[in-house]
């Protein structure tokens, strides 16, 4: 199988994974059954449960048995639970299915990555900032007709989206039937036991002072766009912008990611904890401006603009790890990176939460550009001491 055939299968999945028909109309159609909101936002941590407690497991399972095997279990687990979601709308079988879909998403995070890393290593910055262009403009097809059933057929259309949603998923999963094991994957990590390959990529980590300090940047620069989602209609409303500009914002977010990703592979070239110092900076601004503006226009190109820069380096920061790891343990070390990830972002959801909870919208945007603002902080403090360390050891 030649080169851009193989980049295509991803591609394809990539674009499949973005079409998520339901997710506008989710939760009316989980009410519309008797669930309450608050019950649907519970769910939520039992989708984080089963990213938590599988992620390395199924990082060390990949390697050991081949990382399409993972990402073939991710959407089997995807595609059922969404299936199942028609028939069974109850509460019970909502925190199962959000529980066992994190399961999917911990199986697919760091062994989909590190099959097109081995397909083509040169250019893993560039095949992925593809995909998740492709994986972007998915869910602008989707949102876009999911919105127009929902216009013409109003709740009937719920289980048609629903349907389209798990085809697409289901499609996935026959694709990534088709996936062929890693060929840079060793032969002897078949004989090399799940503790070996986890010890590995930890002491890997910890004695690597690259992944250490890609592991600083990561958690110092957070996407947040969980709690923008929410806080974002109610502070473009206060700043009167038109109701058709509020209901599209996300989308022309998207488009513009979509546009910038073209751009991301030539980034290379700079450092990346400066890359994240300066794009920590922007996105702060930004979110200060948001926050604070009464400014129609200027309170939607801000929110456009931040929304579309703040997880725009993780191709780049992936491929220093893809680079750094070992073929035995490539996996591995990326569900670990991705484990330290979702920890940090339960914790920044549960702290900017409960801030707006006790405050208001206002203060919890804010309260997100000052973690920005940290986060560059910390970055530029870990240069400044290596700077130092270096500068002292050549002194004596």
């Known amino acids: 199988m030649n080169l851009k055939t193989r980049l295509l299968k991803f591609k394809t999945l990539y674009f499949l994974v973005g079409l998520y028909f339901h997710i506008p109309i989710l939760s009316f159609y989980l009410i519309q059954n008797g669930i309450e909101l608050a019950h649907i936002l519970l769910a939520q941590v039992f989708y984080a449960l089963g990213v938590i407690l599988f992620e390395v497991p199924l990082g060390i399972f990949g390697d050991k048995h081949g990382h399409h095997k993972a990402v073939q279990i991710a959407f089997l687990l995807d595609t059922l639970c969404l299936f199942g979601l028609i028939f069974f709308p109850n509460l019970s079988y909502l925190y199962i ?154 989308s022309l977010s998207l488009i513009l990611y979509i546009l910038l990703m073209q751009y991301i592979p030539k980034l290379e070239t700079y450092k990346l904890s400066k890359l994240t110092i300066i794009k920590n900076i922007i996105f702060a601004s930004l979110i200060f401006l948001f926050a604070s503006t009464n400014n129609p226009i200027l309170s939607l190109i801000s929110f456009v603009i931040l929304f579309s820069i703040e997880d725009i380096l993780s191709p780049i920061y992936k491929n220093k790890i893809n680079q750094i790891s070992t073929d035995e343990n490539r996996a591995t070390t990326m569900s670990i990176f991705s484990f330290y990830e979702y920890i940090g972002k339960i914790i920044i959801r549960l702290s900017i939460g409960t801030i707006v909870m006790y405050s208001n919208n206002q203060t919890g945007l804010i309260s997100m550009g000052l973690y920005g603002i940290i986060g560059a902080s910390l970055i530029y403090l870990s240069l400044h001491k290596k700077t130092r360390t270096t500068t002292v050891r050549e002194l004596t």
Request: net charge positive.
């Open 97 to 250: 299915s959000y529980f066992i879909r994190g399961i999917a998403g911990a199986a697919n995070s760091g062994s989909i990555e590190t099959l097109i890393y081995n397909v083509e290593p040169k250019n893993f910055t560039k095949n992925l900032s593809q995909c998740l262009s492709l994986a972007e403009t998915g869910t602008i097809i989707s949102f876009f007709i999911a919105g127009l059933l929902l216009h013409l057929f109003d709740a009937k259309s719920y289980h048609m989206l629903l349907m389209l949603t798990t085809l697409a998923q289901g499609i996935n999963l026959l694709i990534s039937l088709k996936l062929k094991p890693s060929t840079h994957t060793s032969n002897k990590t078949k004989v090399i036991n799940y503790k070996t390959i986890f010890q590995n990529s930890k002491q890997n980590i910890q004695s690597n002072p690259i992944l250490k300090k890609t592991l600083l940047i990561i958690l110092c620069s957070l996407p947040v766009s969980h709690l923008l989602e929410i806080s974002y209609p109610i502070q473009m409303e206060l700043a009167d912008v038109p109701n058709f500009f509020i209901g599209s914002a996300i």
